[in-house]
């Protein structure tokens, strides 16, 4: 069974910044690309960074150069540093595969205020 439990959001200022954190079932790491999404009220849900299984992260226009992500195969877990957030980045953040299984976790919610 799929699990996928996201933790690390809050609410903060602009220009602040948030570590979020993601543990994954163990078998999703090793056999896919992971990735971090997040979906803002009243839009899509869109992925906003590619962590392939043997490359370097691959980050979406919005979030590069602010967010940093890492992952941690052995233990399934990964991260994702926000650096300099705005309140645009205001959103519900997910990790799950690339492309997405079927199941999601609940999400952590990120607050950025003016």
């Known amino acids: 069974q799929v699990q996928l439990v996201e933790s690390g959001g809050g609410l903060v200022q602009a220009g602040e910044s948030l570590r979020l954190s993601c543990a994954a079932s163990?078998?999703?790491?090793?056999?896919?690309?992971m990735g971090w999404y997040r979906q803002a009220p009243g839009k899509t849900r869109d992925l906003i960074v590619t962590?392939?299984?043997?490359?370097?992260?691959y980050y979406k226009d919005p979030v590069k150069g602010r967010f940093t992500a890492s992952k941690n195969t052995a233990e399934s877990t990964m991260a994702l540093q926000m650096t300099d957030l705005r309140p645009d980045d205001t959103a519900t953040y997910y990790c799950n595969t690339v492309p997405p299984q079927n199941y999601w976790g609940q999400g952590t919610q990120v607050t950025v205020s003016s």
């Open positions: 962590l392939p299984r043997g490359d370097r992260p």
């Open positions: 163990g078998s999703l790491f090793s056999r896919f690309a």
